[in-house]
């Protein structure tokens, strides 16, 4: 019989450690941590966040933890769809708190026009297949001020005025994640995709964007396959960006 692991029923806590996902991906080498294995810790002295920039959170203050899944059954070209389970679980999970929570994407999660979380996804693929997935969560919740070098940072705690036992967050957290990505294992693809666009910061509206020196007015219509942004401009052509080819003004 095979046993169904979920994201948060093997925890393993440490004090503190460079990175989370670095800790996982050592891991990884020597063995194979049961699906949903997740790494807390209070404190990272290497967080990385995405496109090699640094990821900062101030020790035992807001959730810092990785855990890794296997979703060997979705083709390596759909790999976006993992992304999209994840920031959804944390959309859920930051409802039960707040409103007007929205994915910018590809998955930065944002309150009020303001960054409260990001996610590092680092897959490991073998052919066609994912073979295992870190996903990464850096969730800012107690930290009141944050280092001017971040354009728009906000927390739990500056959106709610309250302050945060993090142990009490981790189980709807756990449980929010594993909702979205049992929809993937059992390809509920379109209510995946339905609730994406549906949270997607400004989905449908008109706003600048630049690409190299150009600057321009168009709307999000679509999320490709592949996780391009899908940009309609105001001759309505159809521009397509993957991450970091667009700047959002
Ligand atoms: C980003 O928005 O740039 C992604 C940030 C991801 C940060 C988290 S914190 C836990 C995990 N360990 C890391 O080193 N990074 C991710």
Not at 29 to 50: D, F, M, N, Y
Not at 202 to 214: F, I, N, S, W
């Amino acid at each position: 019989m095979k046993i169904i692991h979920s994201i948060g029923d093997n925890i393993i806590n440490l004090e503190t450690v460079d990175s989370t996902n670095n800790y996982l991906k050592e891991l990884l080498k020597v063995e194979t941590p049961q699906e949903g294995t997740v790494i807390i810790t209070q404190e990272q002295t290497a967080g990385r966040g995405q496109v090699g920039n640094c990821w900062e959170s101030n020790k035992g203050e807001n959730v810092t933890l990785s855990f890794v899944i296997y979703p060997t059954f979705i083709d390596a070209r759909n790999q976006f769809m993992i992304s999209k389970v994840i920031s959804l679980g944390i959309v859920d999970f930051l409802k039960t708190f707040i409103t007007d929570v929205k994915i910018k994407w590809p998955n930065d999660i944002y309150v009020n026009e303001k960054k409260i979380a990001g996610v590092l996804i680092e897959n490991t693929l073998i052919g066609n297949s994912i073979s295992s997935s870190i996903a990464g969560i850096g969730l800012n919740i107690n930290q009141k001020t944050f280092s001017p070098a971040l354009p728009n940072p906000t927390s739990l705690s500056l959106e709610t005025g309250d302050t945060y036992q993090l142990e009490e967050l981790y189980e709807t957290l756990f449980s929010k994640l594993n909702y979205w990505y049992n929809k993937l294992k059992t390809s509920k693809v379109d209510d995946i995709d339905i609730e994406y666009l549906f949270l997607l910061y400004r989905y449908q509206k008109l706003h600048q964007y630049k690409v190299g020196d150009e600057v321009f007015t168009a709307k999000i219509i679509d999320i490709d396959q592949f996780g391009r942004l899908c940009l309609l401009n105001e001759k309505k052509e159809l521009l397509q960006f993957a991450f970091k080819e667009v700047v959002f003004l």
